[in-house]
Every structure is written in C-alpha cells, then in structure tokens.
C-alpha cells in the first residue's frame, strides 16, 4: 500500500488507485455506451436519468428477489426502457435531441423518486447484497498492485473491457463502419443500403444500458442503497467524459479515469488545508506527459508554440514546487481540484483536432443529407 | 405523345443495330419503366407526369437544365424520396420502392450527383460500408484488394487508404464510381459522374458502361455534355421544368438540337471572346512553392493577371489546382514566393483580407466550400457582405434592404428558387452553383479566381456564366480561369498556361494555341505520373 506515499507521492498511494478504478467504473460505462451514441449521431442529455432509472431498478429487484443478477438485469431494462422513449422522440418523431434529454432526466428524477417514496416510504432504509471482489489467480499476487488492479468487482473488469470492445466494434466491423458513417454523414450510409433508423435506435440503446448498468453499479457495489437522485451528476460526468476523450474509447478511458481519481482524492483527503507536496508533483508530470505527447504525436501544420510554453511552464513550476514544499495553505476545495482542472484543460488541448461527429443532434431526413 | 410514340417505335426496332439479343429482350419487358411520376416540393413541381422507359442492354441519356427534376425523378428510383402519383416497374413489375436498401436489393445501384462519401474515413471504408456477402467484420484487406484490382483494371486512379477529406474532387468522383462497380447492379443510375473526371478516365469509362450493357445491364445517364452522350448513349430523353419535352435515338439527333429541346430556346454553344486593352497587373505571383510532407506540390509558379484579362490554367485535375487556388485566397500558406494583389502584399494566412482587397472566388465544391446549405438562399448571397452600410447599421441588418439586394441577385442570375428563404440544399445542384455566382461577381471584384466555374451547369446556364465572365472582364476586372475543359480554357481565356505537377511550364497566347499543343503540354504529365 504504501510504495507510492513512500516515494512521496503522499495521497497517491494504491488504496487511492483501488477507489479511483471503482469511482471510474460507473463514469466509464456511461460514457462508452454514450461515446457510441454519439458516434451514431444521437446525443444523450439524458444519460444521467439512464442511470438514475438503472439504480433504481437494480435497487429494486434485489431488494424483492434477493438476486443480484436479476437486479442487475432489471437495471439495464429499466435504462433501456426509458432510452426506447428517447429514441422514439429522436430518431422516429425527430424531434430536438438537447430537449428530450432534459425531458428524460426530469421523468427519470421525478419517476424514481416518486416510486422510491411509494414502495419504501414506510420502510426502514434496507441495505441490499452487493457484488462480491473476484481476484485474478496470478496476477493478483503481484506485490502492491496486483490487489489493487486484479482483485475487484467483476462488472468493473467489464467496464475496462468495453474500452477495447468498443475500439474493436467501431474500428474494425462492418457495424461499427455504419456507426461512424450514421454520425458523420447518414446519407452516405443510407445510400448504402444502410438503415440509419436502425443503427441510431441500437445506439441509444446501448447508450441507455450502459450507463444504467453504470447506475446500478452504484447501488450494487459502492452503496448497497438507494437515495433519490444518488447519481449526483455522473451521467453529466459521463458526457464530458466523451468529449474530453475526443470521442475515441481509449480518449474517454483517460477522460473517465481522471474524473474517477479526482473523486477519489477528494474522498481520501476530506479536509485538509495544506496542499500535499505530491499535488505539485502530479502537477509537473501531467504537464510533461502533455509535453512528450505533443512531441511525439506530430500535430499537423503548425507546432502550438504557445501550449508548448505554456506547458513548459507548468512542468517546470510543478518540479520546483514539489522539490522546494513551500508552505501553501489554500481551502481544499480548491487544491483538490487543481489535478483535475490541469488534465482537464489538456485534454480539452488535444481536443482542438478531434472532431465532433459531424451531424451530432442533427434527425436524418432522406434528400436533405 | 408523338415523341412517346417515337420512343416506343424505336425500342421495338431495336436500339442499336448491333444490340441484337439484348434489345429484343428489352422490348419485351423494360428493364425499368416510369408511368406519369410525379412529386411535388414545396413551391415547385419537380417531376410533372415524367414516363421513361429503360430498355435490357440500353443506355439512355438524361438532359435537362438545372433544376429541369433528373436528380429528383432519380432519387425517387432508388428510393429516396417517395413519389406523389404514377408507377414504377422494374422488370416488367409494379414496385414500391420504399428506401434504398430495398433498391440495392431490385438490383439498381445509383452515382449521386453529390458526394456520398464519409469524409473521415478512408476510401477501403467507404467502399465497405456498402452492402456485401460478409457481415460481421469489416474485411478491409479485402476490400482493398479488389478496390486496387478494380481501378487498375478501370484505369481508375484511387488510393485505398486515403482519407477521403484529403481527396480531391476529381478522386473523389472515381470512388464513387468505383463504389457502385464494387457493388455491381443491373440497372446503374449515373447522375452526373464525368463533372470532374478527366478525358481518359471518361473513356474508360465509356467503355466499360458499353461492355455493361452489352451484357444486358441498363444504364441511366445523366450529364449536361453533350458530347459525352454522342459517344455513348443509345437514345436520350429530355426534361424540362418537370416535363418529358422528347426522346429520341441519339444516331437521329445532334447537338444544336439537343440543346434546343433543353433550354426550349435557340442558343450559341460558342462564345465570342472579347478584345480589351489589358491594364495594369492586379494580381502577381512570383515564385510561388508549397511542399507539404515533403511532397512538392507547387514549385516556383510565376505569373500576373491584368485588369480586363482572362489568364486561364489548363490542365488534368489534381496537378496542384486545388492548392494553388488555397493558397491564393489564403486558406495555406505557401512555403515560399509571394502573392501581391492590386499591388498590395498578401502574405498572412487571413481570406477575409482577400475578399477585402476585392478578390472573389467560384470555388471548385460548391457543397463543400461555396455555401451553406443549411442557411437560406438570402443568407447564401449576402454573407460576404452583410457588414455594408447599404444594408446593416451598428451590425443591425435591414431586413427589408437584404431581402431587395437578394432578391435583384436572384433575378438577374436567374437562380431558380421558390423564394430567397428557402435552405440552400433545397436547390437543384446547378443553381446553388448560380447563387455562388451572384455573390461573388455581385459585388464588383477587382480579381476572380473562377475555378471550374461551369461545373455541373447545362448548356444555358454555361453560356450565362461566360456572358457574365465577359462583362467582367469588359469592366475591367481581372480574372483568373481554372479549368480542366480545354474547350473552356481556349475559348475563354486570352492566355494561358498549363498546369503540370504543380509547375507551370509555358504561358501561351490564346491566338497560338491549339488543342494539339496543348494536348502535349499535358501528356508531359501522363509520363511523369
Ligand atoms: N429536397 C428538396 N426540397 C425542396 N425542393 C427541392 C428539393 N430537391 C429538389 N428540389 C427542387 O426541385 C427541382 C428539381 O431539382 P433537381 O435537383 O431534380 O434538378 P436537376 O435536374 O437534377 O438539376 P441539376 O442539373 O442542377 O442537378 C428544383 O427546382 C429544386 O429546387
Ligand atoms: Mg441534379
């Protein structure tokens, strides 16, 4: 546990990275069933209610069979029954994507909340089963972090293998061809003999399992109970996670897990005034890692001299702060989220090539391309 | 009806004295037969009772002016829109034809007259995302193979792996065609798909869509050169304003005539170029180099275009056109040389200051970079200069002042549209390139860059475009003339170069050309490729 605090890494240590991997687990399977929605041409405000409606249920159907399987399963149904209503609005009756979204998450929030209040109003809060650690024989004897990376809840492997899952279906099928081409320019594909009404309504639900598997995630391994509107903006943290991640699914990995570990530091250092000298050393490496990936990753046309600079800048002051420990008391609030701001705002830098599907939030109507 | 007569009179007899086995299949059931079709949009009747008949083995032509209803009446074909009245027949059989999946399936397979292609992808994935036997991966390798296995046998240069957004117009045309070839139909619907392919590429073309038919494959045709038709169609079908004007056999019918049936007007397919006194020099280049990845795609180009001159560029499509025009209005910056325009260095990266300095540009994709599809047709022509005091004051636009200008454009281009509020994607391709027209000469350039100006215009509108090219160039202005139609370039310019792997080697007066010379100027190419 403690390699990393040894090496003055001080919060950084691996029970951080252990709580950053379940915190990134909900964000992640949101994000990567929206990342295809999205890809798709559908964009879902409502994620946040696909995942409010996916706890609940899970919630719910655990509490009465006692079967986590069947809460799960019950999860997922009730996301991707309110996805069938979005797709119904957007991609039949065409209508706004922005407005059915924040249609949805006012249905979810209300809906939940009102059954929630109906069925367990008079009860005593219950605290349901949740799913157990599953450890990877060998590696998860390796010293420090084979616990930490290979001895988790099974649907948190899940969410790591989506990742690659999802780069395999949108690069390398002739589904996932359909996917970019229905996002990018659906008269192309429908020309092709594509149907664009179909691939947009999987999309979504898709979008809708997976992020209400992400909702249910919360009852089932993190909490074990139900709360109204318990998903406390994840949904929201599963969009940005998409387009931090320039809509690629290793892109929202990173994105996903930096949320996820900022979570995690919050939790561990609740309150605590004085900035940690490992900060300034998060700090400096993620401005040279910005500063490696520009090098490397020759952008085309210009070098950005002033991200250059500016990143030099920050790297560099990073390393003197984090060698000199000067004593510097800011309200925790804000330091905590200095880590996450920096990698935000590199993210959003790299972003400036990346595209957004071109017809994103825009209905398909045939000759009108 | 004395022409439906005709058409029918002359399926019977056969279309082609040759076409033997596979025309007298075709007169006993058409490949494809239209009955009074009809489809309405808002504020115009596109199709108006079109009947057509395609016979097995036959290519038929189809003419019409922009906006005449040959991309509408097509689109309802393969599917894509569905039509208010009349009957379709594949085979002899009354179809529904509810998407174009279900088109794929009756065997029709169709080359958009826009672009149906993924920019972001690369042309193998393009290629792919058409239907195919294998479902589940997407067989790239494959498909890479038969594509470079297609376009050496077709004569048909593309790049399997290129990003589509990176292609040219004239290579992105090639893999539409290619894509319909991959596919293989048994009724193929050509909608305009020489616009921007080259003579030799259009022969072998020509060719192949002969040996097609010849197998008992129909094919739909539909271009505004005329030329191209004589070469090989067996007989054309005319329409105007929604309306079948005529069929007729092409061995029965030539050019003038044609154009006639066309416009419903007698019209000159030959311009008379102009004398004026050219003046001073508006815009200098000298010495002009782009290298980009270390390819060099323009070396060290020289030359001047003067008040009241037309300077043209020859040359195949893909020899550095596309960049220079880029570079000229600021879109690249070059790595070297120096662009001066009325005297006045441009040397930042900036087109606003090009349109500022009174440059004007018709540029090579009107979808692409001409106009805005979504705004409307008003928004269209005045987007370059809506900060004018004549219409907007404090950046506050006078509607009404807008609406009067857009309208007076509208009129005196004669682009065809129900109104100046309609979106611009509601025009017919012919007349968004109109409106791209008025915007840029309507207000008074001191310099044009027309590149491939006449693209995709029929035969009245062509001729309009060089009335309107001329009167520029009567007042003064100067105007540079990009083309890859020889017959454009020697009838309209007064000198000329021609444009060969990014250089340009001899400018030649207009009087001293001929086709011959230039042909050799330009074969220079051909071995160096
Ligand atoms: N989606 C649409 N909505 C409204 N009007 C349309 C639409 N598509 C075409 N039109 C109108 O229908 C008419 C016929 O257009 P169409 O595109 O078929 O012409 P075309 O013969 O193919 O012309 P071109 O040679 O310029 O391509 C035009 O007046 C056009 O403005
Ligand atoms: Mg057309």
Redesign the interface.
Known sequence: MTVLADLGFGPFDTAWLATALVLTTPILLAAVGELISERAGVLNVGLEGFMLAGAFFAYLATWGTGSLVVGVLAGIVGGMLLATVMALLCVEAKADQIVSGVGINLVAFGLTAYLFDEIFGDLAQTVVPTVGNVSIPLVSKIPEFGGVLFEQDPILYLSFLLVPAAWFLLYRTKWGLAIRAAGEMPAAADTAGISIRRIRWMAVLTAGGLAALGGAYLVIVEVAIFRQGMTAGRGFLALVAVIFGRWHPFGVLGAAFVLGATDALQLRLADDDQVPQAVWGVVAIIAAAFLVHQVLVRQRGEPRWTALALASLVAVSGIVLFATTPHVDLPSQVWRSLPYLLALVVLASAVAKARMPSKLTLPYIRGEG | MTNRGAAREELATGTRAAGSRAAADGQAVPALELVGISKAFPGVLANDGVSLRVARGEILGLLGENGAGKTTLM?IV?G??QPDGGEILVGGERVAIR???H??ELGIG?V?Q?F??????TVA??V????SR?????RLDDVTRSLEELSSRFGLEVEPTAVVEDLPVGACQRVEII?LLHRGADLLILDEPTAALTPPEWRELSAFLRSLADRGSSVIFITHKLDELFGVADRCTVLRDGRVVGSVPISETDKPSLARMMVGREITLRVDRPMVEPGEPVLEVDGLTLVEDGRTILEDVDFRVRAGEVFGVAGVGGNGQNELVEVLIGLRSATAGEIRLGGRRLDRLDPSEFVRQGGAVIPEDRQHEGVA?ELSVLDNLLMREFDRPSFSRWGVIDPDKARGRAERLVAEYDVRTPGVGVPM?QLSGGNQQKAVLARELGRDPRLVIAFQPTRGLDVGAIEFVYRKLNEQKRAGVAILLISFELDEILSMTDRFTVMVGGRFPRVLEADEADPETVGLLMGGEAERA
């Open positions: 689109n393969y894509l829109y998407s174009p999946q088109a794929v169709m958009h826009h149906m292609l993924v920019p972001d992808m994935e393009n792919a995302l058409s239907p294998s479902p589940g991966l997407s894509k599809l994607r």
